[in-house]
T-cell receptor
């Protein structure tokens, strides 16, 4: 158990629809990350929170993407007007005492038809 | 520009033999290097890490070697077991911001390891 729960595990949507994913880390650390993984690629960094502050966003995070972490606990990632290119596994990770180590959740697999 | 490269998409070994997975990087600012293991439809699982000030770290059957001058690291699994079959990702940690408290991981594309019984 990595201490990171993601919901839903799978999401199928039609192009143009909005989707929202949720990540619930155990509360022992204040750092939270979102990554995206497409087929044949490694996880790619999307954004990073320290407590409720979003400290960095990748250029991969277009205007259609928004992430929040109210109260510094759970986080949500919303994609508006989904496109087929958004199909990927979206991974949430929490920081640990060892700064360089991240623990990942099981991910949300998004399929845009 | 890919900063972490895993040039072998796949590797097949016999059970009991050694598996060697390789990784090269280009950014000399990376401070830590990590290996993650991933099964299909699951998130990556942390395996082992190494600081840039060390050249070797061992944990049971897993050993990571770092050659800073060559910007190369490798993961050795001895002996390999069928349960080791998975995709292995090499990752590097880069720190930024004040006090070095902000950082992120950059991943390679992964190597699919198959251990045959």
């Amino acid at each position: 158990d990595t201490g990171v729960s993601q919901d839903p595990r799978h999401k199928i949507t039609k192009r143009g629809q909005n989707v929202t994913f949720r990540c619930d880390p155990i509360s022992e650390h204040n750092r939270l990350y979102w990554y995206r993984q497409t087929l044949g690629q490694g996880p790619e960094f999307l954004t990073y929170f320290q407590n409720e502050a979003q400290l960095e966003k990748s250029r991969l995070l277009s205007d259609r993407f928004s992430a929040e972490r109210p109260k510094g606990s759970f986080s949500t990632l919303e994609i508006q007007r989904t496109e087929q290119g958004d199909s990927a596994m979206y991974l949430c990770a929490r920081g640990t005492i060892e700064k360089e180590k991240l623990f990942f959740g099981s991910g949300t697999q998004l399929s845009v038809l | 520009d890919q900063q972490v490269k895993q040039n072998s998409p796949s590797l097949s070994v016999q059970e009991g033999r050694i598996s060697i997975l390789n990784c090269d990087y280009t950014n000399s600012m990376f401070d830590y290097f990590l290996w993650y293991k991933k099964y299909p439809a699951e998130g990556p699982t942390f395996l082992i890490s190494i600081s840039s000030i060390k050249d070797k770290n061992e944990d049971g059957r897993f050993t990571v070697f770092l050659n800073k001058s060559a910007k190369h690291l490798s993961l050795h699994i001895v002996p390999s077991q069928p349960g080791d079959s998975a995709v292995y990702f090499c990752a590097a940690a880069s720190f930024y911001g004040g006090g070095g408290s902000n950082y992120k991981l950059t991943f390679g594309k992964g190597t699919l390891l198959t251990v045959n019984p």
